[in-house]
């Protein structure tokens, strides 16, 4: 793929007011607040004024510092000037001025915004590798995305070719390793039959009990109707996954899959009002996320935690605490005997003991089989 695939078009907006913005936009970016105010109003002379709050703006607006500030539509320097009571002719001069470097550092440091460093370029080679092998996107819609993740957690957008050079590498990359892994798969031979298994977790550790598979191979396809796990690995190329899981309410589910899709999550089942999500560790760990030599088959299908024995075992003591007062109640109102009642609550008193020594033999056994594993 070349390293640029911009239009000329596209190069001449990124970065730059290519149009006015509306009063909407000029609200959102522009609108100072009381500190924002302050701040400008702190610097030295009406142009450095106006020029602190504009910088301010611009960097809210289009997520970068313009190399001369004065480069705005003059509607947004006119709306900047209003609020700060200036005039804004007086604004004439600031993009030559020297203040204008020590204003964006002032900025940087009083907003929570970062430059585009190593450590920035590194983890968003990382995300943006992922993205790129898992799925098949446009390199103009990879550059969008990764402006706008940018934009999103406050780092300084870079120049336009470092970016397009970052998307084109990186896609390269991914590319090269899947026509690798495409050229090691034997031909004459049929297709590997994928190893199936299905499992359950409670809710205490299901979610570390997905990660400890997951880095085993197994990929989760859905959650079925009984609850279980459908999961899947190819004994030949085995990948390690990671999952989490997301509390969806009515009307939320769009919100969190929104939420989440960038950073390559991606829903793998749900049950009840819980969704599952999962998305595999290439992008971390690179060819190391490949499995050479994976763990058999677990032999068990049902994982449950201590804490799930502890919160079954209280809810019967609970159980049985509460209908004792209502038995009694009940009996002295049939006849004002208490001796059938005694049989009675005897009886389940006995079996909520003999069910409490029962969740203490199996959660021993269920332990004694789980160090076998």
């Given at each position: 793929?070349?390293?640029?695939?911009?239009?000329?078009?596209?190069?001449?907006?990124?970065?730059?007011?290519?149009?006015?913005?509306?009063?909407?936009?000029?609200?959102?970016s522009f609108l100072l607040d009381q500190t924002a105010?302050?701040?400008?109003?702190?610097?030295?002379?009406?142009?450095?004024?106006?020029?602190?709050?504009?910088?301010?703006?611009?960097?809210?607006?289009?997520?970068?510092?313009?190399?001369?500030?004065?480069?705005?539509?003059?509607?947004?320097?006119?709306?900047?000037?209003?609020?700060?009571?200036?005039?804004?002719?007086?604004?004439?001069?600031?993009?030559?001025?020297?203040?204008?470097?020590?204003?964006?550092?002032?900025?940087?440091?009083?907003?929570?915004?970062?430059?585009?460093?190593?450590?920035?370029?590194?983890?968003?080679?990382?995300?943006?590798?992922?993205?790129?092998?898992?799925?098949?996107?446009?390199?103009?819609?990879?550059?969008?995305?990764?402006?706008?993740?940018?934009?999103?957690?406050?780092?300084?957008?870079?120049?336009?070719?470092?970016?397009?050079?970052?998307?084109?590498?990186?896609?390269?990359?991914?590319?090269?390793?899947?026509?690798?892994?495409?050229?090691?798969?034997?031909?004459?031979?049929?297709?590997?039959?994928?190893?199936?298994?299905?499992?359950?977790?409670?809710?205490?550790?299901?979610?570390?009990?997905?990660?400890?598979?997951?880095?085993?191979?197994?990929?989760?396809?859905?959650?079925?109707?009984?609850?279980?796990?459908?999961?899947?690995?190819?004994?030949?190329?085995?990948?390690?996954?990671?999952?989490?899981?997301?509390?969806?309410?009515?009307?939320?589910?769009?919100?969190?899959?929104?939420?989440?899709?960038?950073?390559?999550?991606?829903?793998?089942?749900?049950?009840?009002?819980?969704?599952?999500?999962?998305?595999?560790?290439?992008?971390?760990?690179?060819?190391?996320?490949?499995?050479?030599?994976?763990?058999?088959?677990?032999?068990?299908?049902?994982?449950?935690?201590?804490?799930?024995?502890?919160?079954?075992?209280?809810?019967?003591?609970?159980?049985?605490?509460?209908?004792?007062?209502?038995?009694?109640?009940?009996?002295?109102?049939?006849?004002?005997?208490?001796?059938?009642?005694?049989?009675?609550?005897?009886?389940?008193?006995?079996?909520?003991?003999?069910?409490?020594?029962?969740?203490?033999?199996?959660?021993?056994?269920?332990?004694?089989?789980?160090?076998?594993?």
């Open positions: 793929m070349p390293t640029s695939f911009l239009s000329e078009e596209q190069r001449r907006r990124f970065g730059h007011f290519t149009e006015d913005p509306d009063e909407g936009q000029l609200a959102g105010r302050r701040r400008a109003m702190a610097a030295r002379g009406a142009r450095n004024r106006i020029g602190w709050a504009v910088q301010l703006g611009t960097i809210r607006y289009l997520g970068t510092f313009l190399e001369n500030p004065e480069k705005v539509p003059a509607v947004v320097f006119g709306y900047v000037a209003e609020q700060l009571g200036l005039e804004p002719d007086d604004f004439a001069g600031y993009g030559t001025s020297e203040a204008r470097w020590d204003h964006q550092e002032q900025i940087r440091e009083g907003y929570g915004y970062t430059k585009f460093e190593f450590d920035q370029w590194f983890a968003l080679a990382r995300w943006l590798y992922q993205r790129a092998w898992i799925g098949n996107e446009r390199p103009t819609l990879l550059f969008d995305l990764v402006t706008k993740r940018l934009v999103d957690k406050k780092v300084v957008l870079p120049g336009v070719t470092v970016l397009e050079r970052l998307v084109s590498g990186t896609r390269e990359r991914a590319e090269k390793r899947l026509w690798a892994t495409l050229a090691a798969a034997p031909s004459a031979e049929p297709a590997v039959d994928v190893r199936a298994w299905r499992w359950t977790a409670d809710l205490f550790h299901d979610v570390k009990m997905l990660n400890e598979y997951g880095a085993q191979g197994w990929e989760v396809d859905r959650v079925d109707a009984k609850g279980l796990f459908v999961s899947a690995r190819d004994p030949e190329h085995p990948q390690q996954w990671e999952y989490r899981r997301e509390l969806v309410t009515p009307g939320r589910r769009r919100s969190v899959l929104d939420l989440l899709a960038p950073d390559g999550w991606e829903p793998c089942g749900t049950w009840v009002c819980f969704e599952y999500f999962k998305r595999p560790r290439a992008a971390s760990l690179g060819p190391a996320a490949e499995l050479t030599a994976p763990p058999r088959t677990p032999r068990r299908n049902v994982f449950l935690s201590p804490k799930f024995y502890a919160f079954v075992s209280a809810l019967l003591v609970l159980t049985a605490v509460a209908l004792v007062p209502l038995l009694r109640a009940a009996g002295a109102e049939i006849d004002g005997s208490d001796d059938s009642l005694d049989a009675i609550l005897g009886l389940l008193t006995g079996a909520a003991v003999g069910a409490l020594a029962m969740m203490v033999v199996l959660w021993l056994a269920v332990r004694r089989r789980g160090r076998r594993r």
